[in-house]
């Protein structure tokens, strides 16, 4: 059949393009309305021929998309990230499509290196991985723009090897001498290149190992954690957090509740026949275990991750690789392996080093302690200097070929530990920092270097002029969100953010940034009752402020603001 389009052209045009119909609608309405039936095929063509414009803008022409994907990869968000947060604000883009955006301008991400400690890690990881194929089919990185490989500089000067040999020696001396005396805790394995204490009991409660209460157990890995999983929501539902503050009675009762509820504990201790001291011991145990899941649920989200360390320093992506490239020289042109093996000195006579070559660093960190972020800003540089100081460590491993081997007993020792590593479906993941390039130990290598990291324990008995250990992140997280009877931004979206200071000062700050142009009239702390309706708590003064946090200590603490005009 030959259809006349002609007097249908005002009317497709009008629905495709001005009220965006879908060709299925188009090709109903036109069926119900005039009887007008070719296929979907003829309307494609018979709309190509009349040079109707295309109804789906090319991302890389959107400029309002285009301009909301800079802006979330300023601000270090993920691919999976980034796609959720463009649906949720009704952008209409593929994940394709995102990835040739991000690749045209080279919006790239840092692929983390290592190990993966999560399903998820692992799929942002090959997301990255193909962002930089597409990059590469764009054009987008040329032979010149390509990251180099590190240059791993030759072994260091013997002079070096033997001074730091002698150091380590008169570290051994100092240990054994505090281990006869009871001066320190005792180590079961090989730490930092100094050896294992001779094997034996614990000498008091206190220093039984989770390894060694998952032995007295004869816990396995799976059994371990639904053990603790167990016990972490138990104690959340009870608001326990603390052993000493819950009380001997309530403790005993809940660890009771623990074995009664849990076949396997039951298993352990009602089946199995034993003596009264190995029943004592599987109590110690399960008193182990179960004191470390409330430490952990006490410092829940106070560690700061390598992404949240980025945002308090305002660095993007690329901003991030180049300051941290330039560390990563600093620290290839010495010989040192660890922080701890060129103590607390020489650590900060490098980061100076650092910050005076970076004009990026030298303008964030310019307002100085008179920042209420600056302690916050502190400890996120610290943070990507860690970070930055166990890469050069794995580098190194890689050019001599000894990048995470394992002896059997290490591989031992990495299952016990794994117990309380995160997986997907784990409850208890996340009480563990999820920062996937948190500071561990090096791999063992078999050169000279190997044995030549320091106990920190050892470096403030050997040298009585090294500065204390900074003490733990207190960063509390809150939740903020304006009151609806907000004069400006009622209508935006929750937010997470961060405390340190706990003061009204640095609550200001954080608002400022997030809220331009208006000023706090009112500020409350929420909680919710038994029925789920909200009780605030008006909040002036810094007493006030750190009274609240403590109160809704491991929960969540939710801020709301009534904002106005400044």
């Not at 001779?198 to 220093?207: A, L």
């Not at 890995?221 to 000493?244: S, V, W």
């Amino acid at each position: 059949m030959v259809y006349n389009w002609e007097p249908h052209k005002d009317a497709l045009y009008k629905l495709y393009i001005e009220e965006r119909k879908s060709l299925e609608e188009i090709m109903q309405y036109m069926r119900d309305s005039t009887d007008f039936s070719p296929s979907k095929r003829a309307f494609q063509t018979q709309f190509k021929r009349w040079g109707f414009p295309s109804k789906r803008k090319p991302a890389h022409r959107d400029e309002d998309l285009v301009e909301r994907v800079r802006q979330l990869w300023e601000a270090n968000y993920s691919q999976r990230n980034m796609l959720a947060v463009l649906h949720a604000e009704g952008h209409d883009i593929k994940e394709r499509e995102l990835m040739r955006l991000r690749a045209k301008h080279r919006w790239l991400m840092r692929i983390p290196n290592g190990a993966k400690q999560t399903p998820m890690d692992e799929e942002e990881a090959s997301f990255e991985a193909q962002l930089l194929r597409v990059a590469q089919e764009e054009g987008a990185l040329t032979e010149q723009s390509q990251p180099m490989q590190p240059v791993i500089p030759d072994e260091p000067p013997e002079e070096f090897v033997q001074r730091q040999r002698e150091r380590l020696e008169q570290l051994k001396e100092i240990s054994e001498e505090r281990r006869k005396k009871k001066k320190r805790r005792r180590r079961t394995k090989e730490y930092a290149g100094l050896p294992a204490d001779p094997p034996g009991p614990p000498r008091f409660p206190s220093e039984t190992t989770l390894e060694e209460s998952r032995e007295i157990l004869s816990l396995s890995t799976k059994q371990y954690r639904m053990i603790r999983d167990q016990f972490q929501a138990m104690c959340e539902a009870e608001g326990i957090l603390q052993k000493t503050v819950a009380g001997a009675d309530k403790w005993q009762a809940i660890k009771n509740r623990l074995i009664q509820e849990s076949d396997i504990l039951q298993a352990r201790f009602y089946t199995d026949p034993t003596d009264p001291v190995e029943a004592k011991k599987k109590e110690l145990a399960l008193d182990v275990i179960c004191t470390d899941v409330t430490k952990r649920l006490r410092t829940m989200g106070r560690r700061l991750t390598i992404l949240e360390s980025k945002n308090v320093l305002g660095l993007n992506p690329e901003q991030s690789r180049q300051i941290r490239s330039g560390f990563y020289d600093i620290l290839m042109s010495e010989h040192y392996t660890s922080k701890i093996e060129m103590g607390p000195e020489k650590w900060q006579e490098l980061k100076d080093r650092w910050i005076g070559n970076t004009p990026l660093l030298q303008h964030i960190l310019a307002d100085g302690a008179n920042n209420p972020l600056h302690e916050k800003k502190t400890s996120a540089l610290e943070l990507l200097c860690r970070d930055v100081m166990k890469r050069v460590r794995d580098d190194r491993a890689k050019k001599k070929g000894t990048f995470r081997q394992k002896s059997v007993q290490a591989s031992v020792d990495t299952e016990m530990e794994s117990a309380s590593q995160p997986t997907a479906d784990n409850a208890y993941a996340p009480l563990q920092p999820v920062n996937p390039f948190s500071e561990v130990a090096a791999a063992a290598q078999n050169t000279d270097l190997s044995v030549l990291q320091i106990d920190p324990d050892l470096l403030q008995a050997a040298e009585s002029n090294v500065a204390a250990a900074p003490p733990v992140s207190a960063i509390v997280p809150v939740y903020i969100r304006p009151h609806p009877r907000s004069t400006l931004y009622a209508n935006t979206k929750m937010w997470l953010g961060s405390l340190s200071a706990r003061t009204i000062e640095e609550l200001h700050a954080l608002l400022a940034v997030k809220y331009p142009n208006t000023k706090p009239a009112r500020i409350e702390g929420v909680e919710k009752d038994a029925s789920g309706n909200e009780i605030p708590y008006q909040i002036d003064e810094d007493d006030e402020l750190d009274a609240y946090l403590d109160h809704v200590q491991g929960r969540k603490a939710t801020i709301v603001v009534l904002l106005q005009n400044a």
